[in-house]
């Protein structure tokens, strides 16, 4: 059975850091599209980031544009895992972080909408005060 287990979530202030980690078990996903949205009660599940193998022996990113330059995404294929560095973070930051599978070996794009996700993670809370 696919699981997805995020850490690393917790209360900060503004300005700071953190690091999400997600460590997947039952399946190997170390060419597939692995990403991590955000969501806040009430709201849609909105995309943050996203890592894929684009198909020339090498590794890509995408970044919703409220993140870009602030988070970094990476992954340990060694241990099944994906990373999401958060620098610099703001009060609207806060939300729950999921972590999420797609596609193996997709398009040239990375998926950015929840439908082209295959499993989920359970989330990892991430409160951010001014």
């Known amino acids: 059975q696919v699981q997805l287990v995020e850490s690393g979530g917790g209360l900060v202030q503004a300005g700071d850091s953190l690091r999400l980690s997600c460590v997947a078990s039952?399946?190997?996903?170390?060419?597939?599209?692995m990403g991590w949205f955000r969501q806040t009660p009430g709201k849609e599940r909105e995309f943050v980031a996203a890592?894929?193998?684009?198909?020339?022996?090498?590794?890509?990113?995408d970044y919703a544009d409220s993140v870009k330059v602030r988070f970094t995404v990476s992954r340990d294929n060694a241990k099944n895992a994906v990373h999401l560095q958060m620098n610099s973070l703001k009060p609207e930051d806060t939300a729950v972080y999921y972590c999420?599978?797609?596609?193996?070996?997709?398009?040239?794009?990375?998926?950015?909408?929840?439908?082209?996700?295959?499993?989920w993670g359970q989330g990892t809370q991430v409160t951010v005060s001014s």
């Open positions: 039952g399946r190997t996903f170390s060419t597939n599209a």
């Open positions: 890592t894929g193998w684009r198909g020339g022996r090498s590794y890509y990113a």
């Open positions: 999420a599978v797609g596609a193996d070996r997709g398009s040239s794009r990375l998926p950015r909408t929840r439908a082209e996700y295959d499993y």
